[in-house]
C-alpha cells in the first residue's frame, strides 16, 4: 500500500483555503499512485481553532468541507482530521475525530482519547474523551489510527489512565498512523522521536506520523513528520519548518516482521539542524505566517541600535523581504551617536527601508504641558517612560498611515522581570523576541554573522541599555544576563522553588530580588502582544498567572 | 449540630492573610458555640490560583497553612478547601480538595469530581477528577460534602458523567455540604438557587452551601452562600458582596424529614437586589480588590466628558474614596466646550480631585515630527489615534510619577468591534465597563442618579463621540447601540450563526458587518486590560479566540 504524508500549512478558520489545499493533495497522490493520503490532526478547521469550537455553524462549516474532501477522493482514501459533535446527550459536545475517507464515503470515526490540557492547550475545554477503538480495514491491511498525544503515555507519570493503543493492538494491526498537531519547541523534535520510537517498539507496528507545519499566532507547527519502522528505528523524516508531501510504500509481511519501504532510497535528516537554526527558522516562520494569515506584508520596528531590535529587523527581512521593513530610528537626548550609527549600518547591510524621526520636541511637549503637576519633582521612570510611549506613539502612527505591523522586540529575559514599558517598547502585533532569552539573542545575531557581518559587531558587543537617562545600562537594574537567564529558566521553564534554585548556587537575594520582579509583572505582561513560541514554556497562553496574586511577590 | 458558614474575602497566593483570616474565624464560630465551621472551596491557596499551581512550593505553603489552621481548631471542627498532591503515580498531580479537620486533626479528605474546564474555568488544566467518595462522619451525623461543581450535573445536557451525590446518597448522609468558589454574572444567583434547590429536594436532605466573596483582577465573588431545607425551600441567604459569618443549627430527624433550624429566626434576602444593583455593586468591588489586593489606593482616569468615562468615575470615587480618584480632562482642539463642562460639572458633583492638560501642542509636535512621512496624505485615524495615544501616554505619566493606577473606560460594545484605539483610550490597569455594554452604561448611569444628578445628564443625553475629529459621532461607524448589543449578545453569550441572527429580524449586512468586526479585533482585545466580568460570557480569560483565524472574517 503506498501512502502519502501531506504535511500542510493550514489557516485556523479558512475552510475555502484548508479544504482547496487538502483536495490538491488528495489530486497529487493520486497523480502519483498513493493508495492513501494521510492530513495532521484538525487539519480542517486549523489548530488551534479554540473559542470558534463553540460555534455550531463552525461546526457544520467543517462538515461542509469534508463533503467536498470526500467528493474529491474517488479511487483514493483519505485520513482529515475535524471536530466533530458528540450525538450522546452525555459528555462534552465535542469530539477530536479523523475520518478514513474511501471513495467518497466516510468509512470510520476515529477519536481521540488524551486531551491535553496543559500548556498551550486547552482541549479537555472542548472535547469529550473517547472510551472505544477501532482499526481502519483497508486494502487488506488494518490501520490502527491515533491522534496525537493518545501516543503520549509517559511512563514514569502518565497523566492519563488510558492508553488507546493497549486497545487497538488486540484487533492486531498491520501498521500504525498518529497524526498530530505538535507545535515546535526546542528539543520538542527529540521528544517526538522518543515517543514515537517508543511505540513502535513496543507495538512492534511500523508508524507514520503527520504533523501540521506553518505558524498560527504564537504557536509554530515545525512539521517534521516521521516515519519509524517495526524496529523503533527511524526510517524518514520530512523536512522542518516547510510543506512537504512524501510517499511510502507499506507492505504487510505478519506484524512483528511489518516493514516500511519507501517507494525510492531515502535518508533520515541525518545532519539535523541545530537548535539554534531551529530557533532562526521558527522564528521566520513565525513572522512569515502572522503576516501573511492576517492579510498584511510590511513590517515596522523602531531600531535602536541595540541588539534586541537589530535582530527583529533581520529576521523581518528574511520573512517578509528588506523591501517589506521599515526601520524607524527614534533618537532622544539621550540615545548615543554609536546607536544611530550601529542602527544605520544594519539598515545598509540588509537594504531595508528607514526613516529618521527625533523625539526630543515630543518629549519636551509633554514635559511642557506636565510641568504644573510634576513641577518640583525629580526626574525619574516616568519622564524615561515618556520617551519610549513616545516612540510607540510615532511607530502606530506610521502603521495607521501606511498598513504596517509593528514589530515588538522585547525579549524573554526583559519581559520576565518587566523591564519594559508598557504601551512603549512592550507594543506591537506580535513579539518575535518575547520567548528568545538574551543570551539567546547574542547566540541567535552571532549564528546570523557566521558567514559574515550583517548585525553590527557593535550592537553585539556594547552593554545592553534602554538609553532613556544619561549612562543607564540594564546591568543598573538587573543581574548580568547569564546570571539573570539561568535563574528564569529554573523558575519559568522549571517551575523550581526559591530554595531550590538558591541551592543551586545563586545568590539568595538575588534569585528572590528576580522572582519577585517576575511575580510583580504579570499586568505588563497580560497586556503585551502574542510571543513566538519556541521554548517548552513562553510567556502567554502557555503560562496562565493571577495578577492580583500575592506569592513570592 | 451547630454550623457556621463562614463567606470571606481570600486573596490568591496571600498565605499569611488568607490563613489569618480562616483562624479568626474559627475563633469566632467557638466563641459563638459552633461545632463546624465551613469555608468555601480552595480558601487556603485563592480562587483561581492558576499556574501557580504547578509550583510544588506553593502545593507545600497550602500544607503550611493547614497545620496552622488545624493546630487552632481545638474543640471545633472545620471544613477548608486547598489543593492537594495526588500521590498515585497514574493521572495529573493534584486534587481540589477538602480537609474535614477535627481537633487539629485532618480527618476526611474529600475530593472534587466534577471539574468545570469552560469559560473562565481551568480546572482540568490542573486537577485530577476523584472517583471515590466519603461522607464526614460527625457528632453522630453523616455529612455528604462535596465541591462547587459537583453538584452541577445539568438535567438536559449533562458535560459530566458521573455524580457523587449518587454515590454519596448510598452511605445515608443527614446533610450535604458544598463548598463552592462560584464567580458572579448576572442571573448567576438564580441559576445557583435553581441547582441547590433541585439538589436539596432530588437528595431529601438539607443543603449548606458557601461561596466565596470579593474580586481577584477579573473574576468577582458575590457571596450569596445558602441554606436549603430537605425540601428545597430556600431557608437563608447570606450578603451579597460582603463577608459575613453566619450559624444554623441542624438536628438530626431522619433523612426525610431531615430540617434545617436556624439559631435565631432568619429571613431570606426577600427584597433582591436589582439587576443593575448586582452590576453596579460588583464593579465597586472589582475595582476596590483590584487596588487593595495590589497595594495601591489612587486611581486616575482620562474625563472626557462622555458616559463611560463619567460612569467610571464615579464607580472608582464610591469604591476607593473620591479622595484618592484623579480625574483628567485631556481636552484636544476636538473636544467641544460641553464636553469640558460636563467633565467639570461631574467632578464637582463627586468631590474627586482633577486636572486639565491640553494635548494640542503634544498632538502637534508628534504631527511636525511625522510631516516628512505624512506631507501631502489626509487626515485619517493616524491622526486620530495620536490624539488618544497622546492622552494615554499623559495618563501613565501621572501613574509613574504619582502612584496612580489607570482606570480604563472602554464599554463591551465599543470592545467587541474594536472602536477603540489601542494602547490610547484602550489603556489601564483594569477594565470598569469591557462587560458592560452602552445599553447597560446608560441603565446603570440613569440608576446612579435615580435619587438625584451625580452624572450630568447632558452626559447621559447628548450623541455618544470619541471626538476625534469635528463633528464626529458614533453612530457614523456603528450602527445605533441598541440594535448593536442586541446583535453582539446574541453572538458573544449565545453564539449563535448570523443566518440565526438574521433570521431574529436584523438587516444582513448590519449583522455581517458587526460579526466581522467583532472577529477582526482579536489582535485589539489580546492586549487590552483585564475586564471586571459581569456577564456570563466575558472579554478576555472566558473567551479564547485565535487572532488569526480567518472565521466571520
Redesign the interface.
Known amino acids: 500500500m503506498k501512502i502519502a504524508l501531506a504535511q500542510l500549512n493550514y489557516?485556523?478558520?479558512?475552510f475555502e483555503?484548508n479544504t482547496q489545499k487538502i483536495i490538491s493533495a488528495i489530486k497529487e497522490a493520486q497523480q502519483n499512485g498513493a493508495d492513501l493520503v494521510v492530513f495532521a490532526e484538525l487539519c480542517i478547521s486549523?489548530y488551534?481553532?479554540?473559542?470558534?469550537l463553540?460555534?455550531?455553524?463552525?461546526i457544520a462549516l467543517c462538515e461542509n468541507s469534508v463533503k467536498q474532501i470526500a467528493a474529491a477522493c474517488r479511487d483514493i482514501a483519505c485520513i482529515i482530521g475535524l471536530p466533530t459533535v458528540n450525538s450522546s446527550?452525555?459528555?462534552?459536545?465535542l469530539y477530536n475525530s479523523a475520518y478514513f475517507i474511501e471513495n467518497g464515503v466516510v468509512k470510520t470515526v476515529v477519536r481521540k482519547a488524551l486531551l491535553p490540557?496543559?500548556d498551550v492547550f486547552?482541549e479537555?475545554?472542548y472535547f469529550e474523551p473517547a472510551d472505544q477503538f477501532t482499526c481502519i480495514e483497508y486494502k487488506g491491511q488494518k490501520i490502527a489510527l491515533t491522534i496525537c498525544e493518545d501516543l503520549w503515555n509517559n511512563i514514569d507519570?502518565?497523566?492519563?489512565?488510558t492508553f488507546p493503543m493497549d486497545v487497538l493492538i488486540l484487533q492486531k494491526p498491520d501498521l500504525m498512523i498518529n497524526i498530530a498537531a505538535s507545535p515546535f519547541a526546542v528539543n520538542h523534535d527529540q521528544e517526538r522521536m522518543q515517543v514515537l520510537s517508543y511505540n513502535a517498539k513496543k507495538y512492534a507496528l511500523p508508524l507514520l506520523y503527520v504533523n501540521h507545519v506553518g505558524?498560527?499566532?504564537e504557536l509554530i507547527f515545525d512539521g517534521g513528520s516521521m516515519v519509524y519502522d517495526a524496529n523503533g528505528q527511524l526510517f524518514d523524516e520530512l523536512a522542518y519548518f516547510e510543506e512537504q508531501i512524501a510517499y511510502y510504500n507499506i507492505e504487510k509481511t505478519g506484524v512483528k516482521e511489518a516493514s516500511v519501504r519507501a517507494e525510492k532510497p531515502l535518508t533520515p535528516n541525518v545532519s539535523r539542524m541545530s537548535k539554534i537554526e531551529q530557533i532562526h527558522q521558527a522564528l521566520i516562520l513565525g513572522i512569515r505566517?502572522?503576516f501573511k494569515?492576517?492579510g498584511f506584508n510590511k513590517a515596522t520596528l523602531g531600531l535602536s541600535g541595540g541588539i534586541d531590535s537589530a535582530l527583529v529587523c533581520v529576521l523581518a527581512c528574511e520573512s517578509l523581504g528588506p523591501e517589506n521593513v521599515m526601520a524607524v530610528l527614534l533618537p532622544s537626548a539621550f540615545s548615543s551617536d554609536h546607536s544611530i550609527k550601529d542602527a544605520e549600518d544594519l539598515v545598509k547591510n540588509l537594504g531595508c527601508m528607514s526613516?529618521t524621526?527625533?523625539?526630543k520636541?515630543?518629549t519636551?511637549?509633554?514635559e511642557?504641558?506636565?510641568e504644573?503637576?510634576?513641577a518640583g519633582?525629580p526626574f525619574?521612570?516616568?519622564?524615561e517612560?515618556?520617551q519610549s510611549?513616545?516612540r510607540?506613539?510615532?511607530l502606530?502612527?506610521?502603521c495607521?498611515?501606511f498598513g504596517y505591523i509593528l514589530l515588538n522586540t522585547s525579549n524573554k529575559s526583559e519581559a520576565a522581570v518587566g523591564y519594559g514599558t508598557?504601551?512603549g517598547d512592550m507594543?506591537g502585533?506580535i513579539s518575535v523576541l518575547g520567548d528568545v532569552y538574551k543570551t539567546q539573542v547574542y547566540e541567535l545575531s552571532n549564528h546570523i554573522n557566521r558567514n559574515g557581518e550583517i548585525i553590527p559587531q557593535n550592537s553585539i558587543t556594547k552593554p545592553p541599555s534602554a538609553e532613556l537617562r544619561p549612562g543607564q545600562k540594564d546591568s543598573d537594574s538587573l543581574p548580568d544576563y547569564d546570571i539573570l537567564d539561568r535563574i528564569l529558566k529554573e523558575y519559568i521553564e522549571n517551575?523550581k522553588?526559591?530554595?531550590a534554585i538558591i541551592a543551586d548556587g545563586f545568590k539568595e537575594d538575588v534569585v528572590r530580588k528576580v522572582l519577585r520582579l517576575v511575580n510583580i509583572s504579570e499586568?505588563k505582561r497580560?497586556?503585551?502582544?502574542?510571543i513566538l513560541r519556541v521554548s517548552a514554556k513562553a510567556f502567554g497562553?502557555g503560562?496562565?498567572?493571577?495578577?492580583?496574586?500575592?506569592?513570592?511577590?
Open positions: 489557516h485556523i478558520g479558512n483555503a486549523g488551534p481553532a479554540r473559542d470558534f463553540e460555534f455550531e455553524e463552525f446527550p452525555k459528555g462534552k459536545d490540557n496543559y486547552d479537555y475545554r507519570n502518565p497523566i492519563y489512565k505558524a498560527q499566532t505566517d502572522y494569515k492576517s526613516q524621526i527625533a523625539i520636541n515630543i519636551q511637549s509633554f511642557t504641558a506636565l504644573p503637576q510634576f519633582l525619574n521612570i516616568a519622564e517612560n515618556i510611549r513616545s510607540a506613539v510615532i502606530m502612527a506610521m495607521n498611515k508598557l504601551y507594543c502585533g517551575r522553588s526559591s530554595a499586568h497580560y497586556q503585551t502582544p502574542p497562553m503560562r496562565r498567572m493571577p495578577i492580583v496574586g500575592k506569592y513570592l511577590s
